[in-house]
């Protein structure tokens, strides 16, 4: 199982990530909101612990949970802050969160909410990635959906929007993405790539690939 912790307290994330690791789960870390939701958005997560104050302010891991939940990411989120008051907690509840737990807490408990989040979201994709314009590419399944329908790609297609889906803030030569997708072609045009571009930007919309002068392509912005 993989977690992504968000966590501006060295020594607490040093604790957590420690005894995580000893029940053989892989953690990643972040010690603030804006890195936290880059990792979020590009990676694979079954969990995500998000701290609520985090150096971009006192609500910033609410913040961090209502953008992931609008950008279509539906990964379980356990909040874990010293803030444990009702308000508080209500705040997190609606902004999206599973879960909440106080600072401080027993190590044991973390782990038993984290296990019982993880079963509860055990019928759900958990590898699922937001792409531009409503899309989700679920990565486990290897397809792409838009409001619950699934759309009809190629696996040419698919390879080449997770190439670029599991590194949004990357742009790709035309060269690279050969490599990616075609490693197994030794002589393959780099037109083929404008065309398998065009091809995808046609079934699902310009702005799901960007164009990058004088290098290549990318991931479109999320909005």
Not at 58 to 78: C, V, W, Y
Not at 180 to 208: A, N, Q, Y
Request: glycine content about 8%; some cysteine.
């Amino acid at each position: 199982m993989r977690l992504l912790l968000v966590e501006d307290d060295p020594q607490l994330a040093d604790l957590i990530t420690e005894g995580l690791e000893e029940e053989s789960f892989t953690v990643e870390r972040s010690a603030n909101a804006t890195q936290g939701e880059s990792m979020g958005l590009m990676g694979a997560f079954d969990l995500l612990i998000l701290d609520v104050m985090l150096p971009e302010g006192k609500n910033a891991g609410f913040e961090l949970a209502t953008s992931f939940r609008q950008k279509g990411i539906d990964t379980p989120i356990l909040f874990l802050t010293a803030r444990a008051d009702m308000d508080s907690r209500l705040m997190g509840f609606e902004g999206g969160g599973d879960d909440y737990l106080a600072k401080p807490f027993d190590f044991r408990e973390l782990r038993a909410r984290i296990q019982a989040l993880i079963r509860r979201s055990s019928g759900k994709s958990s590898n699922l990635i937001a792409l531009p314009l409503g899309y989700s590419l679920h990565l486990s399944a290897h397809e792409l959906s838009k409001n619950n329908e699934v759309i009809s790609l190629t696996p040419r297609e698919y390879a080449l929007l997770e190439c670029f889906a599991l590194h949004p803030e990357r742009a790709y030569t035309r060269s690279e993405l050969i490599e990616r997708i075609w490693p197994e072609e030794s002589l393959v045009d780099l037109k083929v790539v404008d065309v398998f571009v065009s091809t995808v930007r046609r079934k699902l919309g310009e702005d799901v690939i960007d164009t990058v002068r004088g290098i290549g392509y990318r991931l479109g912005r999320l909005t």
